[in-house]
């Protein structure tokens, strides 16, 4: 019996399959997910809603939120230098960050890449969480964006490669 191009025996459309990158991408999310994403992306809603006390902690709070995204689901994306940024701003905004939010942060980032690490598997994780701690220091100026909507990503950019 003769299948139809693209089609099972039984008339249905055969199931999307995915792409090697995109199923690695996928499995070390999830992993990610289950042993430092919800963890860490907690932490970041934490301090955007400490921040969101004030208006004046507004920015920093959507600086927070903006992270607690990335850190929830880091491979395929990555953090670049955003285009319309003002440095001078950028440098004040960061200065005031790290006082108020980002070295907390960072040493989350520390603590659940050292914990990460005690496991062989949890190694490229591990590391993949000391990137993030920098950005957890200074996240005024970037942008979370997808890799696929980029043709190479910058050097410096923070990414978590699958």
């Known amino acids: 019996m003769m299948e139809a191009a693209g089609r099972t025996r ?3 459309s055969p199931r999307p399959r995915l792409r090697a990158p995109l199923r690695v991408r996928l ?5 990610w997910l289950v042993l430092a994403g919800v963890w860490l992306a907690l932490g970041y809603i934490l301090a955007a809603v400490l921040l969101a006390i004030t208006i004046i902690g ?4 959507k600086q927070s939120l903006k992270l607690a995204g990335y850190a929830f689901w ?4 990555t953090l670049v230098q955003s285009p319309t940024r003002h440095r001078s701003l950028s440098v004040i905004g960061n200065i005031l960050w790290f006082v ?3 070295w907390w942060l960072a040493l989350e980032h520390l603590f659940v890449g050292v914990f990460l690490c005690l496991t ?3 190694i490229p994780l591990g590391v993949g969480s000391f990137k993030m701690a920098g950005a957890a220091l200074v996240p ?3 942008e979370v964006v997808k890799l696929s909507d980029l043709a190479q990503p ?7 490669h699958a």
């Open 120 to 122: 062989i598997i949890g």
């Open 27 to 31: 499995i070390l999310n999830v992993i």
């Open 74 to 77: 880091p491979f395929g994306r």
């Open 58 to 61: 507004l920015p920093f709070a």
């Open 100 to 102: 108020l939010a980002g």
């Open 10 to 12: 039984l008339g249905q």
């Open 140 to 142: 005024f100026g970037r």
């Open 154 to 160: 910058p050097s410096g950019a923070i990414t978590l």
